[in-house]
T-cell receptor, first 110, second 115 residues
Framework: TQLLEQSPQFLSIQEGENLTVYCNSS?????LQWYRQEPGEGPVLLVT?????EVKKLKRLTFQFGDARKDSSLHITAAQPGDTGLYLC??????????FGKGTRLHILP | DTGVSQDPRHKITKRGQNVTFRCDPI?????LYWYRQTLGQGPEFLTY????????KSRLLSDRFSAERPKGSFSTLEIQRTEQGDSAMYLC?????????????FGPGTRLLVL
């Protein structure tokens, strides 16, 4: 069974703090996506990472793909209430086989 | 708006009734996916199409579920004889061959409640 584990499951922090969430698997992925989902809406794509060791930045969000392409992290600097949501990672085993983690539910307190 | 659209956004039905959901993908995307998401879980794969061909179906997709994409554009997902366990958010996503076929763009979802 291919599993993609996200940690922590829940995170509640004060506005202005930094945080990191993780996505881990024993499987090697050809690519990995991060999404943010708000209640009652579909996931919205944040980034795709493809190369082992790759780092991508999106404003205050920094995404890293592990060297072995089995894991990834998302770091948020100076979190804001607008960052609140469910962060999902999705790994591509092959181009038509994508598995999702259960997500990290992030709540930023003003 | 050129994103993925889904209709209806919400559906309440009684157990035993049939329901049908529609998905319109991004126009140039040849792949279309259906997922189911329950509370506290990530999306679970149901099935996907490449153009009009249905290439893979999950074991989650029982005989009561059927999906079509007749002209390789929009898709429908039908659930027959609904059960309370079918209550979930049904998500549609589409992707293109380039730059990354694995990058899927999701619609807003159809939330189904079976009473």
């Amino acid at each position: 069974t291919q599993l993609l584990e996200q940690s922590p499951q829940f995170l509640s922090i004060q506005e202005g703090e930094n945080l990191t969430v993780y996505c881990n698997s024993s499987s090697v992925f050809s690519s990995l996506q991060w999404y943010r989902q708000e209640p009652g809406e579909g996931p919205v794509l944040l980034v795709t990472v493809v190369t082992g060791g790759e780092v991508k930045k999106l404003k205050r969000l920094t995404f890293q793909f592990g060297d072995a392409r089995k894991d990834s992290s998302l770091h948020i600097t100076a979190a804001q209430p607008g960052d609140t949501g469910l962060y999902l990672c999705a790994g591509a085993i092959r181009d038509d086989k994508i598995i999702f983690g259960k997500g990290t539910r992030l709540h930023i307190l003003p | 708006d050129t994103g993925v659209s889904q209709d209806p956004r919400h559906k309440i039905t009684k157990r035993g009734q049939n329901v049908t959901f529609r998905c319109d993908p991004i126009s140039e995307h040849n792949r279309l996916y259906w997922y189911r998401q329950t509370l506290g879980q990530g999306p679970e794969f149901l099935t996907y199409f490449q153009n009009e061909a249905q290439l893979e179906k999950s074991r989650l997709l029982s005989d009561r579920f059927s999906a079509e994409r007749p002209k390789g554009s929009f898709s429908t997902l039908e659930i027959q004889r609904t059960e309370q366990g079918d209550s979930a958010m049904y998500l549609c996503a589409s992707s293109a061959d380039r730059p990354f076929v694995e990058t899927q763009y999701f619609g807003p979802g159809t939330r189904l409640l079976v009473l």
